[in-house]
């Protein structure tokens, strides 16, 4: 990344967590995004992801603890939105 930008010495550590935090997010999505069109038998890889790795994910997907996992996880999402959605009319 240096090679294309450039900042003062002393923010390194700064730029460094701000381009992993970047990074994390987006690998984050891809995978979200991956699990979400892979199909009704796992038979939609995408190309970015080795024939190995997406077995292994697939397999990890489809455990019985993950998608329990899941399942509370959404349903936590939908409470937070339900929470922060309710108006009081600043009372």
Known sequence: ????????KDEDG???K???SACSTRLSNM???AHN?????DEICPDWIG?????ELCEKWNTPEY???????????RSEKAATSTHSRGL
């Open 31 to 33: 995978l979200s995004d």
């Open 37 to 41: 069109n892979r199909g009704p038998k």
């Open 67 to 77: 998608q329990k996992k899941c399942a509370q996880n959404k349903a936590n999402r």
């Open 51 to 55: 024939e190995g790795t997406w077995r």
């Open 18 to 20: 701000a381009f992993d």
């Open 14 to 16: 700064v730029i460094s």
């Open 1 to 8: 990344m240096q090679e294309k930008c450039t900042w003062k």
